[in-house]
């Protein structure tokens, strides 16, 4: 099996890629990968082995139609992660993120088309849904998403959809809650938080604190997608969650304890423009049609990715000095 995963020295593609490459998927086992990634300030070519057998890593842009034309005969699957994942940086401008996450995955999708490509997942987010007070989302809630990179992956979704419907393609697109875990870019919340206050800086809480995210472990996130990738029904949604529904302020005590720190490091700051309130995850079908079940707790979890980014300073530090000089 040869496997083609975009946005693949991203957060979780490559988290995704090293699981695989090392047998972490029951049913991938050997698979082969084409990791194809742009490389943009937020994919980092460490992520990924720097070589290994049964990887190629290709840098490229999705919407490089004549360069799809050429990487995805001979491919069995595409797993497509591929994205400008920052709300902030999409409130900024919000072109990037509909270049990429609309007009990327129309033509990844028309390129899959013409190469016969056999399957197709596309990764989604909860934030398509929108804010939600009570209750949790199930996957036929209607579409809602209040920011532009919330709405560039609604639009993702529903192109996705619309590849399955017309021609056939057979897709399944996966939704998830907010992740953590190691290999996090530093401008994400709990990356953020935990190298500044391991930096001795304070950190930026938006409003009161009082928004509600509810957290998955990346490892629990790739878990999910590999069984929707093997046994996923075409044209169908996943819901993916973990049930961790915590505030930011929350959050933001929690990783002051695991640094040692104090709550003056804490800095409130204006409320993000069109903060979504809460969400919440109803991931039942996943649970019930494929067998899913989260395995990582989450205090242990992020206890497990403050010590990794407590140990590997090089990484982020290089991360945050090469983001902080491009932008
Ligand atoms: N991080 C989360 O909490 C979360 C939750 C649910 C869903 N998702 C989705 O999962 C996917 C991966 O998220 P992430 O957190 O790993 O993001 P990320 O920003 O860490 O990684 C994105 C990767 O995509 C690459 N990329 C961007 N534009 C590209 C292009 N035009 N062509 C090829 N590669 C390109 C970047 O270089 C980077 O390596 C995204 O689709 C995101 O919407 C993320």
Redesign the pocket.
């Known amino acids: 099996m040869r496997i083609l995963v ?2 693949s ?5 490559s988290h995704f890629v090293r699981t695989l490459l090392a047998d972490g998927f029951d049913g991938c086992r050997g698979a082969s990968v084409t990791a ?5 300030y ?2 980092n070519r460490d992520n990924l082995p720097a070589s290994h057998a049964r990887l190629e890593f290709v840098q ?4 490089d139609r004549a360069l799809l034309r050429e990487l995805l005969p001979g491919h069995d699957a595409i797993v497509h ?6 709300v902030d940086r999409s409130i900024d401008d919000g072109s990037a993120a509909f270049r ?1 996450n609309v007009l ?1 995955t129309q033509t990844l999708l028309e390129a899959a088309l013409e190469a016969g490509t056999e399957r197709v997942v596309h ?4 934030e398509v849904y929108g804010s939600i007070e009570k209750g949790s989302w199930t996957e036929d809630w209607p579409l809602a998403p209040n920011s532009p990179y919330a709405a560039s ?1 609604a639009a993702s979704d529903l192109v996705a959809r619309a590849y399955w419907k017309t021609h056939g393609l057979d897709l399944s697109i996966t939704r ?4 953590y875990g190691p290999y ?2 530093p401008e ?1 919340l709990i990356p953020l938080f935990a190298t500044n206050l391991m930096e001795g800086k304070q950190v930026p809480l938006y409003g009161d604190g009082s928004n509600i995210r509810e957290w998955l472990h990346v490892d629990d996130h790739c878990r999910g997608i590999q069984l929707v990738l093997n046994k996923g029904r075409a044209g169908e949604v996943y819901n993916i969650g973990g049930g961790n529904e915590r505030t930011n302020r929350q959050i933001a005590n929690r990783l002051l304890e695991l640094t040692g720190s104090v709550p003056q490091m804490v800095r409130r700051v204006g409320d993000r423009k069109g903060h979504d309130l809460r969400y919440s995850i109803d991931d039942r079908k996943i649970r019930q049609e494929l067998g899913y079940a989260p395995r990582i707790d989450f205090e242990q979890g992020l206890a497990d990715t403050v010590a990794w980014y407590r140990d590997n300073p090089a990484w982020w530090t290089a991360v945050k000095d090469s983001t902080y000089t491009a932008a």
């Open positions: 975009t946005g020295a991203g957060f979780i593609g194809l990634d742009k490389l943009t937020a994919g490229g842009d999705i919407l992660f591929a994205a400008e994942s920052h990429t990327g990764v989604s987010t909860d992956k998830c809650s907010n992740n996090q870019h994400k």
